[in-house]
């Protein structure tokens, strides 16, 4: 079990991924972006503890899940514990979708700094990259509010050394 700071769960979500989706929303946001749909996330001493083995039991409850979803506030900000989580949902041959404000390129860069994040990473299929930009809004893409951000394979991505970009 590991501890993590939640603004909340959504036991099935169709906006989040592809596929039926269980929702995690961490508390705690650097990035403040303008026009953010979760400002009430931002504040890393916000919403509430809850730790991973409960939301994993939460999650077997339902067989008709695809996988999970990170969301936030920044999963970053809590990597090491989301992980954790994300090996077990693994196990259970389900998948994992992260989204961060930050860009895979600043990911990579900080990685002797924060090797949480590498393994969040690694435990990531599906990344969703980049900070929210309001004037790059639209309703048109899937899983994405600007379209600044992008889908990576982050696997892919740093056994190549360049960033794999997938279509969902």
């Given amino acids: 079990m590991a501890k993590i700071r ?36 931002h504040n890393p001493a916000g919403g509430y503890e809850g730790d991973t083995d409960r939301l994993l039991d939460a999650f077997r409850k339902n067989p008709m899940l695809a996988g999970m979803t990170f969301s936030g506030g920044d999963p970053f900000e809590q990597a090491a514990p989301l992980a954790h989580l994300a090996r077990q949902v693994h196990d259970m041959g389900k998948n994992i979708i992260t989204y961060t404000g930050y860009t895979f390129e600043y990911l990579v860069a900080h990685l002797k700094e924060r090797p949480e994040w590498r393994e969040l990473l690694e435990e990531t299929d599906i990344l969703i990259d980049g900070p929210y930009i309001e004037a790059q809004k639209s309703l048109s893409l899937h899983f994405r509010g600007s379209a600044n951000q992008r889908a990576i394979d982050p696997k892919k991505s740093l056994a190549s050394g360049s960033i794999v970009e997938l279509e969902i």
């Fill in 6 to 41: 939640l603004a909340g769960v959504i036991r099935e979500s169709i906006v989040d991924g592809p596929g039926i989706r269980f929702v995690v929303f961490t508390q705690g946001c650097p990035h403040h972006c303008p026009g953010c749909h979760n400002p009430n996330t």
